[in-house]
């Protein structure tokens, strides 16, 4: 374990999207974004042998006038097939430039999607052509009200990545090779004046029976 450890801890990237609160004019459709983050997880078969995919959502709408938030135009894509929800607690909305929405959708899809081979991904198939991002994440960026006070949100989902000398990319490993941890994060500024995201001000605390250990951003 404490070998393992070893390997884990002397390396952490970060790949950022900021989602701050958007500067352009409503409907401005150049910078306008639409955040979408996610946690989907399967539970349970259905009587004809389809399984139950339930998506935890939040959506933000940066930037645009409105944004169709009716759970139909929400899809799963799985081997060239979609599926609309079956179920869903998401109010039919018109989410309003700056306004968030979370709820929970769920789809009945086949067996094939909760495997790495097919797998699935989510879609949208509103009437306009929005930019919409998104995030997987194991906690929602976005609350479905606005605080009282300035608070910065950062949702957030890790892997981990063994990689081989001599690296990839800007990663220069040494024999035998490292794991790597990366991590996916969406960030929203919601009230402060600036927030800086310098991956140097990030880091990774591990702690174990065999010790505590802190690494920085690596790129």
């Known amino acids: 374990m404490k070998k393992a450890l070893k390997w884990m801890t002397p390396i952490l990237m970060f790949i950022l999207t900021v989602t701050g609160v958007s500067c352009s004019a409503p409907g401005d459709k150049g910078t306008a974004l639409v955040t979408v983050s996610y946690n989907a997880a399967?539970?349970?078969?259905?009587p004809s042998g389809d399984l139950n995919l339930v998506v935890d959502i939040a959506i933000a709408n940066n930037g645009y006038e409105s944004f169709e938030a009716s759970p139909s135009y929400f899809t799963v894509e799985v081997a060239g097939h979609s599926y609309k929800p079956y179920s869903s607690d998401l109010s039919v909305i018109r989410l309003g430039d700056g306004e968030?929405?979370?709820g929970t959708l769920t789809f009945h899809v086949p067996p094939q999607a909760a495997t790495s081979r097919v797998?699935?991904?989510?879609?949208y198939s509103g009437a306009s052509s929005y930019n919409v991002q998104w995030v997987k994440a194991d906690v929602a960026a976005v609350q479905n009200t606005t605080p009282a006070d300035p608070v910065v949100n950062i949702a957030y989902s890790t892997d981990f990545m063994w990689v081989s000398p001599p690296g990839i990319g800007f990663l220069n490993v040494e024999p035998p090779g490292k794991m790597f941890m990366m991590v996916e994060m969406s960030i929203s500024n919601r009230g402060y004046e600036s927030f800086r995201t310098t991956p140097d001000f990030f880091s990774l605390n591990v702690s174990s029976l065999a010790g505590s250990f802190t690494s920085k951003v690596e790129g």
């Open 42 to 46: 399967f539970k349970g078969e259905t």
């Open 100 to 102: 968030n929405l979370s």
């Open 119 to 123: 797998g699935y991904h989510l879609g």
